[in-house]
């Protein structure tokens, strides 16, 4: 099976600007979930999608959303780009078993955005 | 959600054993997981272990689970250069922040 990919890899925007960034999950699995990572703040969780619906939402401004399509390929939009958006944003998939207590989750490579 | 704590840093000698520590919050996981992401990568998973084992060994890696004190801890056995990374322990999808990891620094 593929393993989540994640495009773009790298972009670079400048402040104010809007991002889209796209995560097609592995084959089969219907949870999708996106992280932060910064050096000073570790990897933080953003949002889970399960069947186009947000699941689960961790502690972000509103101008960090998200959606899932019904192919389970989803999105992450950051409106209004600020500096500290820089980082490494990472998604998983998952089988998105009921319960999510057994839910083991595949990592993408992320996708490295720079806001100048 | 959970939260897990590790350490931030470790450094080891190449061959040594290295021994990376994790505490969580929520004891409901059914499994936890360790996982490592070199420079630039994202997390690649390395193991996992079920909340009613004790320890669970593969090839280099052994993982000791102690329920009472909510203590995880990932031991790699002959660490090599190639270890060096940042590793995470995580509870399943959709629970909360990984935290920092701790960066294992492997010196030749």
């Known amino acids: 099976k593929a393993g989540v990919t994640q495009t773009p890899r790298y972009l670079i925007k400048t402040r104010g600007q809007q991002v889209t960034l796209s995560c097609s999950p592995i084959?089969?699995?219907?949870?999708v979930s996106w992280y932060q990572q910064t050096p000073g703040q570790g990897l933080q969780f953003l949002f889970e999608y399960f069947s186009e619906t947000q699941r689960n939402k961790g502690n972000f401004p509103g101008r960090f959303s998200g959606r899932q399509f019904s192919n389970s390929r989803s999105e992450m939009n950051v409106s209004t780009l600020e500096l500290g958006d820089s980082a490494l944003y990472l998604c998983?998939?998952?089988?998105?078993?009921?319960?999510?207590?057994?839910?083991?989750?595949?990592f993408g490579p992320g996708t490295r955005l720079t806001v100048l | 959600g959970e939260d897990v704590e590790q350490s931030l840093f470790l450094s080891v000698r190449e061959g040594d054993s290295s021994v990376i520590n994790c505490t969580y919050t929520?004891?409901?996981?059914?499994?936890l997981y360790w996982y490592k992401q070199e420079p630039g990568a994202g997390l690649q998973l390395l193991t996992y272990i079920f909340s009613n084992m004790d320890m669970k060994q593969d090839q280099r890696l052994t993982v000791l689970l102690n329920k009472k004190d909510k203590h995880l801890s990932l031991r790699i056995a002959d660490t090599q250069t190639g270890d060096s990374a940042i590793y995470f322990c995580a509870p399943p999808a959709g629970k909360s922040t990984f935290g920092d990891g701790t960066t294992l620094t492997v010196k030749p």
């Open positions: 084959s089969g699995h219907r949870s």
């Open positions: 998983a998939s998952s089988e998105g078993l009921a319960g999510g207590d057994t839910d083991t989750q595949y």
């Open positions: 929520d004891s409901s996981s059914t499994y």
